[in-house]
């Protein structure tokens, strides 16, 4: 063991993404999996990397556990560069899908191996894994063998043992993806739990919303390889940089209109060629905006749209239930559009109605970029 | 294209697997040209059904009519109905031309004949502009297009599906439903939907059987196995998220009848002869109000309770906030914003007691609170 372990497993520790990218090399073809990521994961907190299959999540994931190397720039844990060091060097505990435990051994050996690769005295080994399948609610069932175990036990040992390893920080790959849902909820509460008690930081990937919004200090939302917005739950909700984070975040997402600015009389509208057309001169320097932008697209959120009795007339296609409320899909100007309303509202499928905006919930995307102009 | 849309009757099924029985005396009529749900958890025999309405397997007793005709010992190709299996696999190799017409290139067909067929099914599936792009360039919409389409083109006049969501991305399901839903209702074709996921009874919410243990448990719209569940299993399962259910008891204090719970005393102005000493409450988490929430109008009926948070979950657009209070299992509130609160807060939840579902002790539904409560 050198002495550069030591110091980054005791005084641990941040992580720092600095510019990295990785290219797979497939044949002929070469596939950018991430692209220019720099993100900063400060230590004690809670990180999720939400997005869709084959978004560069895991990439980047493996890239910081040193499972893979990135093809340009660095990693940091604290000051060191850690780019060019071994997994086994970094401290990096990792919980998969699927449990990694030896299916012969008892519970109570699987959580025992890394204390026991330590050299941990076996009174300190019994009291740690004792005090952790407490934790875990494990504890009836330590000396019974891996493979005996259903699903959501055995994440719940592989969770035990990377807890007892004291490490740097934790890495979780969509961890609760097969756990069944009553489990999944109390283990949810418990990874929480853990990250606060331990003081670590955590990385958690999941295509999943619910998992990491509920746990994540902070989000970074991946597309196609790059980090799309770096932000707080609420902030992502709120203020999506672009279209991409609008309709991943949110239940169901965002409503997108390809929309012109048009100027009328002193007045500012969005207005689309079906005949769309809607006054946004309330909307702050939007006569600036309109000099600098024909074309915009309009974002607006399903559950910032209430049926009104003037505004803007749809046709009402679809009613799905939600809760007390409900998502009607309606036709306006030939898009389709969702809008999330009280279940007590009287509306039926087929009928015409009429639907207003949230002002202040109004967004403007750059048709080109797909970036947020307000 | 030629229709012929079949009503499907199912007259005293059963079936065995392995020595026990796994569709017990079904009987279902199943509407034409309508999208219908048979909806149950793993294993409850929706596969089971749906291999026997396809005709790949034959019932050991009962009877299959379509329309008047007794198709019970007709094949899958006779019957002309296809089961498409989860995710809708296309041959990734193919275009989606040739994935379309691989049914037809089996049939041994004219090259000009298939390329009639093929075009016809694409250009009432609105594929038609994408027929040279292999499956990775489609959209998740439009590769179910193309397996239905795949379905379609070998004659087939009803389409099963089973579990099509269930290995996609979250987000990805969404547009998917809709996009089902938007396709039944331009085509017109039969679809029966086997599901586990109840999210798909409030997107085709208009038919839906739901299926346990090996029977038809319940059949109706969503309304009505929403507001009128035959038992618990319904309740528990129809639902955007699951029921809360608290064990009561029936006890008399100064001459009132008062409902005593394990979250507080509820007086109730009659009690229905029917109601036992002992029941079950259920309370839907839509129907509880957290804190700054406004509390709905019939102050008289409202029931306020306290519980410490255990987790706040953010679903996207709104959070379930699992409150401890004393029972076994943790009652979950539906907030329909992003509500973040750390565990251990204390808050005040109220539901109004019209909203409340009664069970007796074996499970049979007995009335709302509302039916009581007038």
């Not at chain 1, 790959?173 to 930081?201: M, N, Y």
């Amino acid at each position: 063991m050198d002495d550069s372990y030591v110091e980054v497993v005791t005084s641990l520790v941040s992580i720092f993404l600095d510019k990295i990218t990785k290219i797979f090399k497939k044949g002929k073809t070469s596939i950018i999996a991430v692209k220019d990521v720099t993100l900063e994961i400060p230590e004690k907190t809670f990180v999720g990397l939400l997005g869709p299959s084959g978004c560069g999540k895991t990439t980047t994931l493996r890239i910081i556990a040193g499972l893979e190397k990135p093809s340009s720039g660095r990693v940091y844990f604290g000051d060191v560069d850690v780019t060019d060091w071994d997994a086994s060097k970094r401290n990096v505990a990792m919980v998969f899908q699927f449990p990694a435990l030896y299916p012969t051994l008892s519970v109570y050996d699987n959580i025992a191996i890394p204390l026991r690769a330590s050299k941990v005295s076996e009174q300190d080994i019994r009291r740690q894994v004792l005090e952790v399948s407490e934790f875990l609610g494990i504890k009836d069932y330590l000396n019974e063998k891996a493979s005996k175990l259903d699903i959501n036990l055995r994440q719940k040992v592989a969770i035990a043992k990377v807890m007892v390893r004291d490490p740097s920080v934790f890495i979780l790959d969509e961890p609760l993806t097969v756990v069944e849902p009553k489990a999944r909820l109390e283990l949810r509460a418990k990874l929480k739990e853990i990250q606060l008690k331990l003081g670590k930081s955590m990385i958690y990937v999941s295509h999943d919303q619910s998992e990491v919004m509920t746990l994540s200090d902070k989000i970074a939302v991946m597309n196609n390889g790059e980090v799309l917005q770096y932000d707080t739950p609420e902030n992502l909700y709120n203020k999506p940089r672009n279209t991409f984070v609008g309709w991943f975040i949110g239940n169901p997402g965002m409503n997108f209109i390809d929309c012109e600015l048009t100027e009328e009389s002193g007045r500012v509208y969005l207005t689309t060629a079906e005949g769309f057309k809607y006054d946004v001169s309330f909307l702050p320097n939007i006569y600036d905006i309109a000099s600098s932008y024909r074309k915009v697209i309009f974002g607006i959120r399903p559950e910032h749209i209430a049926l009104s009795s003037r505004g803007v007339r749809v046709k009402c296609l679809h009613i799905e239930r939600f809760g007390s409320m409900m998502i009607l899909h309606v036709e306006a100007y030939g898009r389709k559009i969702r809008a999330k309303v009280p279940q007590t509202s009287q509306v039926k499928v087929g009928d015409e109605i009429y639907i207003d905006f949230n002002k202040e919930k109004i967004m403007l995307f750059d048709p080109e970029t797909g970036k947020a102009i307000i | 294209m030629k229709q012929f849309l079949p009503t499907i009757k199912l007259v005293d099924i059963c079936k065995k697997s392995n020595g026990s029985l796994i569709l017990k005396n079904i009987n279902l009529e199943i509407p034409n040209k309508a999208l219908y749900v048979v909806l149950g958890p793993p294993r409850s025999g929706k596969s089971a059904l749906g291999r026997i309405i396809a005709g790949l397997d034959t019932p050991d007793t009962g009877r299959i009519l379509f329309d008047d005709q007794d198709v019970t010992n007709l094949g899958p190709v006779e019957r002309n109905v296809s089961m498409v299996f989860q995710d809708f696999a296309l041959y990734p190799h193919l275009t989606a031309f040739d994935n379309i017409a691989s049914p037809l290139r089996k049939l041994k067909l004219l090259k000009e004949e298939i390329r009639k067929r093929v075009l016809e099914v694409a250009e009432y599936l609105k594929i038609s502009h994408r027929l040279t792009h292999y499956p990775s360039e489609l959209s998740g919409g439009e590769k179910q297009r193309v397996a239905i389409a795949r379905a379609l083109v070998k004659g087939a006049q009803i389409i099963i599906l089973d579990e099509p969501f269930i290995r996609l991305d979250l987000k990805i399901r969404e547009d998917m439903r809709a996009e089902l839903y938007r396709l039944q209702k331009d085509v017109g074709v039969n679809i029966i939907l086997l599901s586990s996921d109840p999210i798909d009874a409030m997107v085709f919410s208009e038919n839906i059987a739901f299926m346990q243990n090996g029977e038809i448990v319940q059949v109706g719209n969503l309304t009505e196995l929403y507001d009128d569940p035959k038992n618990i299993s319904v309740a528990r399962y129809i639902g955007v998220i699951e029921m809360n259910f608290i064990p009561a008891k029936i006890t008399q204090e100064n001459n009132r009848k008062v409902l005593d719970t394990e979250i507080g005393k509820m007086a109730l102005p009659t009690i229905p002869q029917l109601l036992e000493d002992e029941i079950l409450i259920g309370i839907r988490p839509e129907h509880i109000h957290i804190g700054e929430e406004d509390v709905p109008s019939h102050a008289g009926n409202i029931f306020t309770f306290e519980g410490r948070v255990k987790i706040a979950e953010v679903i996207g657009s709104e959070t379930i906030v699992h409150l401890d209070v004393g029972l076994a299992e943790p009652i979950r509130v539906l907030v329909p914003t992003i509500y973040k609160k750390n565990p251990g807060e204390v808050l005040k939840a109220t539901f109004n007691m019209r909203d409340l579902y009664f069970f007796d002790v074996s499970g049979r539904f007995i009335c709302r609170g509302g039916d009581i409560l007038g």
